[in-house]
């Protein structure tokens, strides 16, 4: 039997954005809120960075992919391993953005960038250290491409 591992939000996401649409999140600004149990001296010197790591939960997702899909069911892509795409029906619902950093107000900080809907759950956040990030080339196949064309408009 796998271990479970239990997981409580650390604050939530407040934005325009309800509907789980793939696209067009370049003009999505986003405040995250310390929940109540964690005091504003978490965000202590979090404007040092300019970029956030925000880790949060697809609450809003429905169905869990296991194995191999298309892309946003459009066979024109290759079928590829859930592990291979960043879908949001995934084994553990999870998701990772990088954000912009703009500002700091008490309990709550302000992003871009976040492709997160309003009220989704956030687990941790982290600071983007230039050393953590790849060092070389970034590989990907071509149709990722064609799939993020208007993901940041």
């Known amino acids: 039997m796998q271990p479970s591992i239990s997981l409580s939000p650390i604050a939530f996401v407040k934005n325009s954005r309800s509907d789980m649409s793939d696209d067009f999140w370049g003009n999505v600004v986003s405040e995250i809120t310390l929940v109540d149990e964690l005091p504003a ?55 990772l953005t990088i954000v912009e950093l703009v500002k700091r107000e008490g309990r709550t900080i302000t992003v871009k960038m976040l492709d997160a809907d309003d009220g989704t759950p956030i687990l941790d956040i982290k600071p983007v250290v230039k050393e953590f990030l790849p060092q070389g080339d970034v590989k990907q196949p071509a149709w990722i491409g064609e799939l993020m064309k208007d993901y940041w408009k």
């Open 41 to 95: 001296e978490c965000f202590d010197a979090i404007d040092s960075f300019s970029h956030l790591e925000v880790i949060y939960h697809f609450n809003k997702a429905e169905k869990t992919m296991i194995g191999s899909a298309h892309p946003r069911e459009n066979a024109a892509w290759p079928k590829v391993g859930i592990f291979a795409q960043r879908k949001k029906d995934r084994p553990n619902h999870l998701g």
